[in-house]
């Protein structure tokens, strides 16, 4: 089933000599359980693209169709509903309500779609356990550390159960292993619960849980290039390593394997 | 300008309780050297990074920047400190939304005795090197993520530190950007002898550090 579908979009910033146009004629679709990574160089129009989407900037030409509805062509109070409850966003740069505690962050857009209190509340909880932040959720975000605010927003995002998220550099902030868990939350909301991901991020590792890949240069889409080398699977955790440049390794039956971390390498029982 | 590091200790109230996001940190950081620190999220990588950048004090533990404890300095020194010898690359960048990337990048030279105009040559020729030439006077509201990142790289480079501490500097940029951004802080060290702190989660870049000291529950695990 089609969820999202965009088409001959463009944004351009600005106007006269200094105006960027930002996106130019993008088109694409997603569909129910879909997970698209989109990549590209730095300033290349994915975050503009991402809030296009998630009906947090207007698009200058083009539709975004979004469960049927044209998301440009709704009333702000419509629009306002549809992001509420049918798109999650984990924002770059996190946009935590500074006054607020990480719990109150999450808890908030439950109740704002309506939960009563004490149900939102529960659900903010169980999600920000769920993200390794038992001990920090009553923390102000000036009191937490830059994954932990990511980690936050990306429970915002998921509160109030959206069809679809949208999530802009989800793993920028987190280790290796954080970043893992994060991919296989997203994944396991994709295929198990029937939803939407779009993930933009330059971490290569997005592709192993992926379904497509967009490459976004100079705000068109291009094919993607190819991969830069031939990376290596940690057998522990499954992520993807570039050979060249992991220390950890351990020689075992005449075979060399390659770890994410020194953790990883001490969980490893070789196959017979 | 070479670092020591005396039994670090910063304690943070959280309601009732304490807790040590820095547990009794010991190192040594040799003029010159590049150092990765890495660790799981929270580990208090940044709170180490703002305590060597003389932007947060310890609780208790001393550090010593050129055999001068920092941890003791009245604020004038420590002051000068902070806007004459180091370079701080944020994790979240802490660029101001009224200014242009420009103005931004003059900033910190504001207290520098340089004239305007050498200021504004100066600040062009960073913007420049981190490949934003043509974003100059664009506000940091008008710039993609990694573009507010290399902003924040930019300033740090302006008033020619002696130490440049970086908390995950590419954390928002693509791999050859990232690739980039390493060469030059390289090259900077290699010409004028900078010493280089590193915060990471990148496996290439820590590869290329003298070494990598990792961090977790405030402790200094192991180092490399
Ligand atoms: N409000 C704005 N006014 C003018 N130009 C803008 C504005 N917002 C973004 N831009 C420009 O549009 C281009 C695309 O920005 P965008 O944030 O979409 O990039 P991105 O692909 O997300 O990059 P990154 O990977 O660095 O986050 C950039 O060149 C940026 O400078
Ligand atoms: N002002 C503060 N008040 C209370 N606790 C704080 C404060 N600042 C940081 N902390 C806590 O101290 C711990 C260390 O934080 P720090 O920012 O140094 O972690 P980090 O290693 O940089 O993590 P990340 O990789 O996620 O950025 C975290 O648990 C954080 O929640
Ligand atoms: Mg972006
Ligand atoms: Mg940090």
Same mark, same amino acid.
């Given at each position: 089933?089609?969820?999202?579908?965009?088409?001959?979009?463009? @944004?351009?910033?600005?106007?006269?000599?200094?105006?960027?146009?930002?996106?130019?004629?993008?088109?694409?679709?997603? %569909?129910?359980?879909? /997970?698209?990574?989109?990549?590209?160089?730095?300033?290349?129009?994915?975050?503009?693209?991402?809030?296009? #989407?998630?009906?947090?900037?207007?698009?200058?030409?083009?539709?975004?169709?979004?469960?049927?509805?044209? /998301?440009? %062509?709704?009333?702000?109070?419509?629009?306002?509903?549809?992001?509420?409850?049918? /798109?999650?966003?984990?924002?770059?740069?996190?946009?935590?309500?500074?006054?607020?505690?990480?719990?109150?962050?999450?808890?908030?857009?439950?109740?704002?779609?309506?939960?009563?209190?004490?149900?939102? @509340?529960?659900?903010?909880?169980?999600?920000? /356990?769920?993200?390794?932040?038992?001990?920090?959720?009553?923390?102000? $975000?000036?009191?937490?550390?830059?994954?932990?605010?990511? *980690?936050?927003? #990306?429970?915002?995002?998921?509160?109030?159960?959206?069809?679809? #998220?949208?999530?802009?550099?989800?793993?920028?902030?987190?280790?290796? *292993?954080?970043?893992?868990?994060?991919?296989?939350?997203?994944?396991?909301?994709?295929?198990?619960?029937?939803?939407?991901?779009? #993930?933009?991020?330059?971490?290569?590792?997005?592709?192993?849980?992926?379904?497509?890949?967009?490459?976004?240069?100079?705000?068109?889409?291009?094919?993607?290039?190819?991969?830069?080398?031939?990376?290596?699977?940690? $057998?522990?955790?499954?992520?993807?390593?570039?050979?060249?440049?992991? $220390?950890?390794?351990?020689? %075992?039956?005449?075979?060399?394997?390659?770890?994410?971390? %020194?953790?990883?390498?001490?969980?490893?029982?070789?196959?017979? | 300008?070479?670092?020591?590091?005396?039994?670090?200790? &910063?304690?943070?109230?959280?309601?009732?309780?304490?807790?040590?996001?820095?547990?009794?940190?010991?190192?040594?950081?040799?003029?010159?050297?590049?150092?990765?620190?890495?660790?799981?999220?929270?580990?208090?990588?940044?709170?180490?990074?703002?305590?060597?950048?003389?932007?947060?004090?310890?609780?208790?533990?001393?550090?010593?920047?050129?055999?001068?404890?920092?941890? !003791?300095?009245?604020? !004038?020194?420590?002051?000068?400190?902070?806007?004459?010898?180091?370079?701080?690359?944020? +994790?979240?960048?802490? =660029?101001?939304?009224?200014?242009?990337?420009?103005?931004?990048?003059?900033?910190?030279?504001?207290?520098? &005795?340089?004239?305007?105009?050498?200021?504004? &040559?100066?600040?062009?020729?960073?913007?420049?090197?981190?490949?934003?030439?043509?974003?100059?006077?664009?506000?940091?509201?008008?710039?993609?993520?990694?573009?507010? +990142?290399?902003?924040?790289?930019?300033?740090?480079?302006?008033?020619?530190?002696?130490?440049?501490?970086?908390?995950?500097?590419?954390?928002? =940029?693509?791999?050859? !950007?990232?690739?980039?951004?390493?060469?030059? =802080?390289?090259?900077? !060290?290699?010409?004028?002898?900078?010493? =280089?702190?590193?915060?990471?989660?990148?496996?290439?870049?820590?590869? +290329?550090?003298?070494?990598?000291?990792?961090?977790?529950?405030?402790?200094?695990?192991?180092?490399?």
């Amino acid at each position: 089933m089609k969820i999202l579908s965009v088409k001959k979009v463009q @944004k351009i910033f600005g106007s006269g000599e200094t105006a960027v146009t930002a996106v130019d004629d993008v088109s694409f679709e997603v %569909k129910a359980r879909e /997970i698209l990574l989109i990549m590209g160089p730095s300033g290349s129009g994915k975050t503009t693209l991402l809030s296009m #989407i998630g009906g947090l900037l207007t698009p200058t030409v083009g539709s975004i169709t979004i469960n049927g509805t044209d /998301i440009t %062509k709704v009333s702000r109070k419509q629009l306002a509903k549809i992001r509420l409850h049918e /798109i999650g966003f984990v924002f770059q740069s996190f946009n935590l309500l500074q006054n607020l505690s990480g719990m109150e962050n999450v808890q908030y857009v439950g109740e704002l779609a309506g939960q009563a209190s004490a149900v939102a @509340k529960q659900k903010a909880r169980e999600l920000l /356990i769920k993200l390794h932040l038992e001990n920090r959720m009553h923390a102000l $975000p000036a009191q937490l550390s830059g994954g932990q605010q990511q *980690r936050v927003s #990306i429970a915002r995002a998921l509160m109030n159960d959206p069809r679809m #998220i949208l999530a802009d550099e989800p793993t920028g902030n987190l280790d290796s *292993r954080s970043g893992h868990e994060v991919m296989m939350l997203f994944h396991n909301i994709a295929k198990e619960e029937n939803r939407s991901v779009i #993930i933009v991020s330059h971490d290569q590792r997005i592709k192993d849980i992926s379904d497509r890949t967009l490459w976004i240069e100079d705000g068109r889409v291009h094919t993607a290039p190819p991969e830069p080398q031939t990376l290596v699977r940690d $057998p522990v955790c499954g992520m993807r390593l570039d050979p060249r440049y992991t $220390p950890f390794a351990k020689m %075992k039956n005449g075979r060399e394997y390659k770890f994410c971390s %020194k953790d990883c390498l001490e969980k490893f029982i070789p196959e017979k | 300008m070479p670092i020591e590091l005396q039994s670090i200790i &910063k304690t943070y109230r959280m309601g009732s309780e304490n807790f040590n996001a820095l547990d009794g940190i010991t190192a040594t950081i040799k003029d010159g050297e590049f150092i990765a620190i890495m660790g799981p999220s929270g580990s208090g990588k940044s709170t180490l990074a703002n305590i060597i950048g003389g932007l947060d004090t310890p609780s208790s533990g001393k550090i010593f920047v050129n055999k001068e404890d920092i941890s !003791r300095a009245w604020d !004038r020194a420590l002051s000068h400190y902070r806007n004459k010898k180091v370079g701080f690359v944020f +994790q979240t960048f802490n =660029l101001q939304p009224h200014y242009t990337a420009l103005e931004n990048v003059m900033l910190p030279l504001i207290f520098s &005795k340089v004239r305007l105009r050498a200021r504004k &040559k100066k600040a062009v020729a960073c913007l420049e090197a981190v490949g934003l030439g043509d974003r100059m006077k664009h506000k940091p509201g008008e710039l993609s993520g990694g573009q507010r +990142q290399r902003v924040s790289i930019a300033r740090s480079l302006a008033n020619n530190p002696e130490i440049i501490i970086a908390d995950e500097p590419t954390g928002n =940029l693509d791999s050859k !950007r990232s690739t980039e951004i390493i060469a030059l =802080l390289k090259k900077l !060290r290699e010409e004028k002898n900078i010493t =280089l702190i590193i915060i990471t989660h990148d496996m290439n870049i820590a590869h +290329q550090a003298d070494r990598v000291i990792y961090i977790q529950d405030g402790k200094i695990k192991k180092a490399r």
